[in-house]
């Protein structure tokens, strides 16, 4: 798309079109993106927010039934009752809208002559398909990925995905129309409405959705602008709380490791607590950003100790009662700069590896609405507990997703990027941003580097086989409880240097980094 003098978005757009074939675990038209946009001349970096939202017909928790009663989580989660509104298409229009150049049936030409030919099976959807059971539970979902012996295809090889194909071409064709014209709505109702546990999206709801747009969330870091996706994002808000708390390090020091580690920590029992979509809920983003209240939660990190049980910080008439959330996994990151100096990050997802584990037209069906809040401790009594992320009609979830994009002093993008990887996002994320901005690191060796992560408030993630695993003797003396295993990350940044601009991918996933000259 750059190659044909298209800008920034339409590469993101077509981009975003072939992930949906290769990529089908992660994110699709029926799953949810953030995009953040910036266009030479804009004195803001722009928010488009396509996640996915709630039903009008939502009860106050994805498992729990109008009458107050519950249903397991296990079989919600991968059931329609837990697919949200999808916002991916109505988002990449409306940035299209705004900022495409090239014709919007030609963004979709890649993805459609690949599907035609056959996909060759990419290195990470081999390995998840050959994960014990995935197989039999995803069902129809995995199909297009087996072959005649019902095993999963290896690396590599061909694969079709015809329902896709004809999808694509129509969506290129009639613009979002084109997902629910000729018969291809009711087949995705069809799809909702299966038992057990059927959706409670309308075909209305479906064909009328449109995307957020706003300004970025913004704030001063290592001498630049640190701009991210504003609430629901939870991802953005922990990062920038994390960067503004303690200064940066290095990452393969504990010391740093345990004040980063704990003020992350520190972030998610706000987080818990205070954000949540601000349509529906105040959101108090500046207290929470506040340089004191930031500096009263530094005090709070004590060398070789940690908080037991981290508490949020209290800000006045904002209280609300604890969210222990949901994590995410199947998330792709994209970010672009063009010729003319647009930039472009976007992070897309269907939720968990797979969402719902459901499709409709050869499409994953994302399973976003569990990570709305669970059933309040008490239910329908007149005094039960307030979740600020509960579950309400049209509402958003939250989400880790956290794309950034950083503007020099002269208001110019100098780094854009962000991540996959489910609740590793905000520190993997952040841990780049600062290792790039301040300790002057390069892309390829700051996003190949191990990885740690505050999972939750409970204990922390060491990547194994990694060098981050160094770290666990001495974050273990200071009572971390510590667990070594893979992080499966997607990271991607690009960064303007005085040659032009750079780029790297995560080498945990199948993406890379090409350019123009």
């Known amino acids: 798309m750059l190659r044909r003098g298209g800008s920034a978005v339409d590469a993101a757009v077509a981009a975003q079109a072939v992930l949906g074939l290769v990529e089908p675990q992660a994110s699709g038209m029926l799953g949810g993106s953030l995009i953040l946009l910036w266009q030479p001349g804009d004195t803001a970096v722009t928010s488009i927010d396509g996640m996915p939202s709630a039903p009008a017909a939502s009860t106050r928790a994805v498992m729990q039934t109008r009458q107050g009663q519950l249903l397991d989580p296990r079989e919600v989660a991968f059931s329609p009752r837990a697919v949200g509104v999808p916002g991916t298409l109505p988002a990449l229009w409306a940035a299209h809208k705004r900022a495409g150049k090239l014709t919007w049936a030609s963004l979709f030409e890649p993805a459609v002559h690949l599907a035609e030919a056959g996909i060759p099976m990419p290195r990470q959807l081999a390995s998840l398909l050959a994960e014990p059971g995935m197989v039999s539970a995803l069902g129809d979902v995995a199909a297009p990925y087996l072959g005649a012996d019902g095993l999963p295809l290896a690396e590599g090889a061909r694969f079709f995905n015809r329902p896709a194909e004809t999808v694509l071409r129509r969506i290129a064709a009639l613009g979002p129309d084109g997902l629910y014209a000729e018969g291809r709505l009711s087949a995705i109702m069809a799809a909702l409405h299966r038992e057990p546990h059927p959706s409670l999206i309308t075909a209305t709801e479906l064909t009328d959705a449109t995307p957020r747009i706003g300004t970025a969330l913004c704030k001063p870091y290592a001498g630049e602008t640190l701009c991210t996706a504003p609430p629901p994002s939870m991802g953005g808000m922990v990062m920038l709380q994390t960067l503004l708390t303690v200064p940066p390090g290095d990452p393969a020091d504990a010391w740093f490791m345990h004040r980063f580690l704990e003020a992350s920590r520190l972030a998610e029992a706000d987080r818990r607590r205070y954000l949540a979509d601000p349509d529906f809920v105040p959101v108090p983003v500046e207290g929470l950003l506040d340089h004191d209240y930031l500096a009263g939660r530094a005090a709070l990190i004590t060398p070789g100790q940690t908080i037991e049980r981290p508490r949020p910080g209290e800000l006045a008439d904002e209280a609300k009662a604890s969210d222990p959330g949901a994590p995410q996994a199947g998330t792709s990151q994209v970010v672009v700069a063009d010729h003319a100096g647009m930039v472009v990050s976007m992070t897309s997802t269907v939720n968990l590896h797979f969402g719902a584990r459901r499709a409709a037209l050869g499409m994953v069906l994302n399973n976003a609405l569990i990570n709305f809040a669970p059933p309040p401790p008490t239910t329908f009594t007149g005094q039960e507990d307030h979740y600020a992320n509960e579950m309400a009609p049209g509402k958003r979830p939250l989400t880790p997703a956290a794309p950034v994009i950083v503007l020099d002093d002269a208001g110019r993008p100098v780094l854009a990027g962000g991540g996959a990887g489910g609740p590793a996002i905000p520190d993997t994320v952040a841990l780049a ?67 032009g601009w750079v780029g790297a991918a995560d080498p945990r996933r199948d993406g890379t980094a090409s350019g123009l000259p």
Not at 439 to 455: D, F, I, K, M
Request: no cysteine.
């Open 433 to 499: 941003v600062m290792d790039i901005l301040a300790n002057h690191r390069g892309l390829p060796e700051t996003l190949a580097a191990g990885h740690a992560h505050a999972a939750d408030p409970d204990h922390i993630v060491l990547e194994e086989g990694t060098k981050a695993t160094a770290l666990r003797a001495p974050l273990e003396a200071a009572g971390h409880r510590v667990e070594v295993e893979p992080v499966s990350t997607g990271n991607a940044f690009i960064q303007r240097t005085a040659h």
